[in-house]
């Protein structure tokens, strides 16, 4: 069995996909885990449904979404979705909240949305690419004249290579002998041996003179692969939304999941939970579903410690270059529900704490801040430093390997700590769950009208937080189908059986009432006239798409 698993390292395909189907077999009625499509290497795409199905089917509740690693390296982010799997079967029955999460409510997780990318990074002969193994947009960009990086001194590492280079741009740390720093802007100290970094790799037709950097042969950004904004302004996006077969799978699904009110995709890194719009100021979007957003946010802060932002107010280095085709975008834009984007793990605030600038990942960080980070990296993952090891390197002559293993150290968590890095997130993700609208029956009623003709009532309400479309977004766009209520088991007269009504508010319209008056704007009351016998019972089933399912049975009499 792999069900031990302490979430102290990154599975493998084969490994992840065991303790997928082990565990959904240990929680047999709790979950269950199916393939949403192939990857472009023909991986089964998982995704596992957790709810309890004594009380309703997956479909028959709000769902929340959570998918993880559409970007390659970012292992830390797949962690955390099984971690969430766990927290959730293990707390079902012994913590009430996971209980009445699961009792009411459905999660969706897919857990390796690019099982391609992340085997070839966590590969003994390991590549790192951004997302897809699949060559793009040339399809022999391998032979690109330049660095292409690799393991190439055989330690299953890819790390950094110094170069002595007279104009090199880094010298040796004054503070530090393992470390390198940039030399200053007005020249180098005298005396000061000067070097040129580069990635661990090796040089396709080297001229003893440039080392051209071409951009990696499999130039796939999946994240950017979605029908939202699509390839604007941005490299990577692919040949046209949905063309990969990971995101083609992933949006099909989260579509045909109707019931899905919110999304969450885990990514690294920065400690950070984004959301939309990566292409727009706040001042352009729904002010409510900004406002329910930074709700949402003060409560993920409150619970993880990570700061909430729009990705184009606080994240943007350049406002004129954006980065659309995003999955959380898109979740809001098309699927109309508050997406987020969580970004896992920040080294510099572990080892400094503080919080770097929100420009961190166009500038990186400062020397003090990478000295710091030594300094903690030290004492907590001194494997994330490696010294600096003479190398005969094949094209460049004598150069050494060595310093930051920074997939491992700076882009995600370092095994010991993963734990603790990611706990913390599925809490937020059952708090967002459990904000979903919600319907339920809370009033039934039966009025004799003489002969066989009764009155049926039938008192609806949303329970939850949100309104039973979600975001405002949502409703406008009228992408949400209305409740129907529907009475069989008599004649219905005067009426129809089934019937229309319309979207109900939350308990978040009443935050938004004139003074202490909330009114009831979650609630609406069907009826009908039927002829029956007394003694019948007649049946009314209550569906909304997104809010849920609920049945009621009355008596005649
Ligand atoms: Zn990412």
Request: proline letters at 7%; a negative charge.
């Amino acid at each position: 069995m792999t069900t031990d698993y302490a979430f102290d390292r990154f599975l493998r395909y084969d490994e992840l996909t065991s303790w997928l189907h082990d565990t959904a077999a240990a929680h047999p009625g709790l979950m269950t885990v199916e393939s949403c499509g192939k990857s472009h290497l023909g991986r089964d795409l998982w995704v596992a449904t957790i709810t309890d199905t004594s009380t309703g089917a997956h479909d028959t509740k709000p769902a929340h979404w959570v998918d993880a690693n559409i970007h390659a390296i970012e292992v830390t982010g797949g962690v955390a979705a099984l971690h969430l799997i766990h927290h959730l079967v293990s707390g079902f029955g012994t913590d009430d909240r996971i209980t009445e999460a699961l009792r009411t409510r459905t999660f969706y997780v897919a857990p390796r949305v690019n099982p391609d990318g992340v085997e070839w990074v966590l590969a003994d002969d390991p590549q790192f690419r951004r997302s897809s193994v699949r060559p793009w947009p040339w399809s022999d960009a391998h032979r690109a004249p330049g660095l292409h990086e690799r393991d190439i001194d055989g330690n299953g590492k890819i790390l950094s290579m110094r170069v002595p280079d007279p104009t090199g741009t880094w010298m040796v740390s004054p503070d530090e002998p393992r470390l390198m720093v940039r030399i200053p802007a007005d020249g180098a100290p005298a005396g000061a041996q000067r070097y040129r970094m580069l990635y661990e790799g090796e040089i396709v037709e080297p001229d003893g003179f440039t080392v051209p950097l071409p951009s990696p042969p499999e130039g796939l950004d999946m994240n950017r692969n979605f029908p939202a904004g699509w390839g604007t302004t941005v490299h990577g996006s692919g040949d046209h939304p949905l063309s990969e077969p990971e995101i083609d799978g992933l949006v099909r699904a989260i579509v045909a999941r109707r019931n899905i009110c919110g999304y969450n995709a885990y990514h690294t890194s920065g400690g950070v939970l984004l959301r939309p719009s990566s292409v727009e100021p706040d001042s352009k979007l729904e002010p409510l579903d900004v406002f329910v957003w930074k709700e949402l946010g003060k409560k993920g802060r409150e619970l993880t410690g990570y700061t909430d932002h729009s990705v184009f107010e606080d994240f943007t280095f350049d406002p004129r270059e954006t980065m659309s085709g995003a999955g959380d975008d898109w979740a809001y834009e098309h699927a109309g529900v508050y997406g987020w984007t969580t970004e896992f793990w920040d080294v510099i605030q572990k080892a400094t704490g503080e919080k770097p600038s929100t420009h961190i990942w166009y500038v990186g960080p400062t020397d003090e801040q990478e000295l710091a980070v030594y300094r903690w990296a030290m004492e907590h993952a001194p494997e994330g430093y490696y010294d600096w090891t003479p190398f005969q390197h094949p094209q460049l002559g004598p150069v050494e390997i060595g310093g930051w293993d920074e997939v491992f150290l700076w882009a995600n968590t370092p095994g010991s700590l993963l734990l603790d890095e990611v706990r913390p997130h599925a809490e937020f993700a059952v708090y967002q769950a459990l904000c979903s609208p919600r319907i339920e029956v809370l009033h039934t009623r039966a009025v004799a009208l003489g002969g066989d003709s009764w009155r049926v009532e039938v008192g609806i309400a949303n329970t939850g937080w949100l309104p039973t479309y979600v975001t405002v977004k949502a409703s406008k766009n009228k992408i949400v189908l209305p409740l129907v209520a529907e009475l069989s088991g008599a004649t219905v007269v005067g009426g129809h059986a089934r019937q229309e009504l319309g979207q109900l508010g939350g308990r978040l319209d009443m935050r938004f009432a004139y003074g202490k008056n909330d009114g009831t704007p979650e609630r609406v009351l069907a009826t009908w006239v039927v002829q029956a016998p007394a003694g019948t019972e007649v049946t009314v089933s209550v569906r909304h798409q997104r809010a849920g399912h609920a049945t009621a049975h009355i008596p005649l009499a």
